[in-house]
C-alpha cells in the first residue's frame, strides 16, 4: 500500500485558504476514515465487576438523593471512548441504576430505545405505555422508543438493573430527547401474559394486535425455561441460545439492539463466530470466562463485559456442574438495517 501525502506535505498558504473556506483535503485522512480490511474501533473488550460498582452505586444513593439525579445510574463507560463521551460501544449504551425502597423516578419518554436487565432486588416496577412491569432478577423490560416509563418501588431492598440503550447512535444522530409526563394511569394489559406461549399469539375475533411493542416485559423465568428445554431437546446443540423477538413480527424486539439469552452448559466452552457488530455480555446466573482475541476476563454473577465488532470472542463456563446463563445485547439489527452486517470466518 503507497502511503498517501500528509497535510505537512502542502504549503502552509495553500492549507490555510482551504479552511478559510471550510474545505478540507481527503487524501491525508483517507487512511484513517477507510482503513485496510477492517475497521480500527474504539470500542475496547473492557470488564465491569460487580462487586466493585455496587459499593459506589449504593454509594451514590446516599450522596445524591432521587429528585437529584432523576435517574440514579453510574455509566458503564468503555475508555477507549473516553469516558466522558458514556459509551459502551458505537451504538451502546450502559448504565446500572439504583432505586431504593420508596423512590420514585418521574414519568419520561425519549428518542433512545432502552431495555432494562434487573440485577437484584424484589419489589420495584416500571409502568411502561400504561402496563406495570413487576421487575425480578433476569427480567427484561422493554421501554422503545417514544414510549412513557417510569419506575417505582414498594419492596424494603434497593433494587439494581442494568439500561442498555442505543443512546450513542441516536446522539449521533442528533435526534436524543426527552419528554417529561405526568405519571401514569396503569391499564390492565400484561404482554408477558397475552404472549406467554411461542407459536400463539392474541387473536380476539381473528385481528391480530397492532402495538408497535406488544411484549413489553420478558420474565426470566420464561427465557430460562425456554434455554433448558432447548438444551435438553437438543443434547448436541452447540450454542444454547434464545433471542428476545417481537412476537407479532418474529423480528427483533426493538429496532437498533439486538437482545439474546444463552446457556452455557457446565464446562462448555464456545467460540462465536467473528460477526461486525460489537456485543455485550452479563451473566445473569453462574459464572462465565470471556475471551476477547488475547484478553481475559473472568466474570461472576452479575458482571458484564463488551467486545468490539470484528473480533473472536470465546465464552466458557468454569462449573464442571452447573449450568450460567448469559445476557447478552449486540448491534445486529442496526448493522442488519444498515446493509454492513457481516460474519468472518
Ligand atoms: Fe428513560
Redesign the pocket.
Known amino acids: 500500500m503507497n502511503t498517501l501525502g500528509r497535510l505537512e506535505d502542502l504549503p502552509i498558504d495553500y492549507v490555510a485558504a482551504l479552511k478559510a473556506q471550510n474545505l478540507v483535503p481527503l487524501w491525508p485522512s483517507l487512511r484513517a476514515v477507510l482503513p485496510p480490511d477492517r475497521p480500527r474501533p474504539n470500542t475496547r473488550a473492557t470488564h465491569w465487576s460487580y462487586e466493585a460498582l455496587r459499593p459506589l452505586l449504593l454509594k451514590a444513593g446516599e450522596l445524591t438523593p432521587i429528585e437529584k439525579a432523576e ?1 440514579r445510574v453510574l455509566v458503564l463507560a468503555n475508555p477507549g471512548h473516553g469516558l466522558e463521551k458514556m459509551q459502551a460501544s458505537a451504538a451502546i449504551y450502559l448504565g446500572m441504576q439504583l432505586l431504593l425502597p420508596g423512590e420514585w ?1 418521574p414519568s ?3 428518542t ?1 430505545n ?1 431495555v432494562r436487565m434487573i440485577v437484584e432486588g424484589e419489589g420495584a416496577y416500571t409502568t411502561v405505555d400504561g402496563e406495570k412491569c413487576p421487575m425480578r432478577r433476569g427480567d427484561l423490560i422493554l ?1 422503545p422508543t417514544g414510549l412513557w ?1 417510569e419506575h417505582g418501588h414498594d419492596g424494603s431492598e434497593p433494587v439494581v438493573w442494568l ?1 442498555v ?1 442505543d443512546l450513542p447512535l441516536v446522539y449521533y444522530m442528533e435526534a436524543s430527547y ?1 419528554v417529561d409526563g405526568d405519571r401514569q394511569t396503569v391499564k390492565p394489559q400484561h404482554g408477558d401474559r397475552a404472549y406467554a406461549r411461542g407459536g400463539v399469539v392474541p387473536t380476539p375475533v381473528f385481528e391480530r394486535s397492532r402495538r408497535a411493542y406488544p411484549m413489553l416485559r420478558y420474565p426470566w423465568a420464561d427465557a430460562r425455561a425456554a434455554l433448558e428445554s432447548l438444551a435438553a431437546d437438543q443434547p448436541g446443540l452447540e450454542a444454547v441460545q434464545v433471542t428476545y423477538t417481537n412476537p407479532e413480527t418474529g423480528g427483533h424486539a426493538e429496532n437498533i439492539l439486538g437482545f439474546y439469552a444463552l446457556m452455557l452448559r457446565p464446562s462448555q466452552t464456545l467460540k462465536l463466530p467473528v460477526r461486525s457488530p460489537a456485543t455485550v455480555f452479563h451473566v445473569i446466573e453462574g459464572a462465565a470466562t470471556v475471551q476477547v482475541e488475547d484478553q481475559h476476563f473472568r466474570l461472576a454473577e452479575a458482571d458484564t463485559c463488551c467486545a468490539p465488532g470484528y473480533t473472536s470472542v470465546t465464552l466458557g463456563n468454569t462449573s464442571s456442574s452447573q449450568p450460567s446463563f448469559l445476557f447478552i445485547a449486540d448491534e445486529t439489527p442496526l448493522h442488519q438495517k444498515l446493509g454492513v452486517f457481516e460474519v468472518r470466518p
Open positions: 435517574r423516578a419520561h419518554r425519549h433512545p432502552a421501554t416509563h439500561d440503550l426527552h
